[in-house]
């Protein structure tokens, strides 16, 4: 049952990669590593009234759709200013048109695929035969969501006891003053 945990978890976070390479011989051994306290991924699981408890847990943290990831909007622009990109949103199209800013960062995080599928061709034949295979990653309806929460968390996972996932938008009063940008805390 060990070594079954440690295929499904590897499939999990790194991807379809074959088991029987270097890439994970490291990788079991990174999750074996025990904690500072001496207590190992192993003791983790037993810490709960069972399996399907641990998993029920890990499941509960998971990213299952756009109102897991606790968001909290901030604004913090002005009536013109948010007139402003109204205007601009209307002007990229259909897409856009009528979207306050919230929709479209839901939109972007909602969307499946990659962003510029032609660049990514293009820059296959660059990459690793394991980051290909996990490529497929992409078609998931939570791919993109995952990849925010782990660039502005630091984990693929929601982390329930910190504080919501803040995103914003300002407007910068230095060269940058005629652009909007969002910002993520």
């Known amino acids: 049952h060990c070594m079954l945990a440690w295929e499904m978890l590897h499939s999990i976070v790194v991807g379809p990669v074959g088991i029987d390479n270097v890439y994970f ?6 999750f074996q590593l025990p904690c500072s306290t001496g207590v190992d991924l192993v003791d983790i699981v037993r810490s709960f ?3 399907e408890e641990f998993v029920c847990t890990a499941q509960a943290s998971s990213i299952l759709d756009f109102t897991s990831l606790h968001i909290c909007f901030l604004c913090s622009i002005s009536e013109c200013s ?3 990109l109204a205007n601009a949103f209307s002007i990229a199209g259909h897409n856009f048109a009528g979207k306050i800013f919230e929709e479209v960062f839901k939109d972007f995080l ?3 695929g990659a ?3 032609q660049l990514l061709e293009d820059a296959k034949s660059r990459l690793s035969v394991e980051v290909r295979a996990s ?3 992409l078609q998931s309806p939570t791919f993109r969501m995952r990849l925010m929460c782990w660039a502005v968390t630091g984990a693929t996972c929601i982390l329930h006891d910190g ?3 803040r995103v914003g ?3 910068l009063t230095n060269w940058l003053s005629s652009h909007l940008i969002t910002s993520m805390v």
Do not use: H
């Open 110 to 112: 909602t969307g499946i």
């Open 49 to 51: 009234s069972g399996a």
């Open 163 to 165: 504080n919501p996932i």
């Open 135 to 137: 490529l497929s990653g």
């Open 25 to 30: 011989e490291a990788f079991i051994k990174g």
């Open 115 to 117: 962003l510029c599928p």
């Open 82 to 84: 948010l007139r402003e």
């Open 169 to 171: 938008i300002l407007r």
